[in-house]
C-alpha cells in the first residue's frame, strides 16, 4: 500500500489531539472519512478536522471504497465486532486500546485479521514515545545493572459522578472494568515492551468505597521469563493530596522512577552515588509515532511495535489479575 487512507470509527475525546491529526502528518497517510452513531457529532468532527466524508453508521465507512485502512476508537465493547467487520473487508485495523473486554475477544480479533489477511495494530503508544524508548535504551544498555524487580504505584482521586450519571470508563458493561481497566493496560504493556512478556500473574480487587460498581483497588503481584518481580498497586479513591504516579525499576547497580502518565515529570536514573534527571519534547499529538511506525508497515518501510498479539497479551495479564474478581462478580472472561 503507497497510499493509507484512513477511516476513524468514533470520533470521541482521544481523536481530536491524541490521535486523530496525526494521521494527516505523515507521508503516504490521510484521514479521507470519520463515523459516529451521533450524525450531527459526525458531521461537526469532520468540519472542523477537514475530513471531507462522514458516516452515521460504521458498515457504510468500512465499505467506503476511499478508506483502505480502518482506526476504531470506539469504547472496547464494540472493538470485537468492529475489528471483524473491517477484517472482513480486507482493510488493515488500528484499534484503540484496551484491545477489548477480555482476552478471549482479543483472539477472536487476532483470528479474524489472520483469516482475512491483514494487520491488525493497537494504540498503546507510549512504546514510541521519547522518554520510554529511553528507558528502554538504558535497560538494554545495562546502566543499573541486571533488573532485578519493578513496581507500580498509581493513586487517584475517585472520578466524577454527575447527575447520577456514571462514565462508560467505570461501566463494565461497556469499559470492561474501572479505572483500572482503562490505565492499568498502558502500563502492563510498557513492562512487556521492556522486559519481554508477563508469564505468570495474579491479583486482588475490591470496591472500597461503593461509589460506582466496578473495582476501585487492585494489587497485583507478576513475573518475567527472566526473572524479574513486579509488583502493582492501584487505588482510585484517594485524597487529590495522595495522588500518585510512579514506576520504579530496581536493577543490581541503580534504579530508574519515572510517571507513566505525566509525561512532563522527568525519568530518574540513580547509579550510586550520582543522580541524573532526563527530561524529554513529547509530540504535540502523542499518538504520531506510533502511527508513523503502522503507516511505514503498510508500506512496507518497517515494522509496528504493537501488534494485535502484543495487545492480547496484556489483556491475558488483566483477565490473570482480575480472575477472582470477575468470579465474585458473575462475570466471564
Known sequence: MKQINWGIIGTGDVTEVKSGPAFNKIAGSKLVAVMRRDAEKAADYARRHGVHTWYSDAQQLINDPQVNAVYIATPPSSHAEYTKLAAAAGKPVYVEKPMAMNYEECTRMIEAC????????????????????????????????????VNIRLFFPPPAITNGQIPWRINPSISGGGIFYDLAPHQLDLLDYWFGPITAATGMAANQSGVYAAEDIVSAIFSFSNGVLGTGLWCFT????????????????????????????????????????????????????????????????????????????????????????YKQQKREI
Open 114 to 149: 489472520e483469516e482475512a489477511n491483514v494487520p491488525l495494530f493497537v494504540a498503546y503508544y507510549r512504546r514510541c514515545l521519547p522518554n520510554f524508548v529511553k528507558i528502554k535504551e538504558l535497560l538494554n544498555n545495562g546502566t543499573i545493572g541486571e533488573i532485578r524487580c
Open 238 to 325: 484517594v485524597d487529590k493530596s495522595q495522588q500518585t504516579d510512579q514506576g520504579e525499576i530496581i536493577g543490581s547497580k541503580g534504579r530508574i522512577t519515572f510517571s507513566f502518565f505525566d509525561l512532563a515529570v522527568p525519568v530518574r536514573v540513580e547509579t550510586g552515588s550520582q543522580t541524573d534527571e532526563l527530561t524529554f519534547t513529547m509530540p504535540v499529538n502523542v499518538q504520531h509515532p506510533l502511527i508513523q511506525t503502522i503507516v511505514e508497515e503498510l508500506q512496507g518501510t518497517g515494522k509496528c511495535p504493537s501488534t494485535g498479539v502484543s495487545g492480547a497479551r496484556t489483556a491475558k495479564v488483566m483477565d490473570d489479575i482480575m480472575g477472582e474478581w
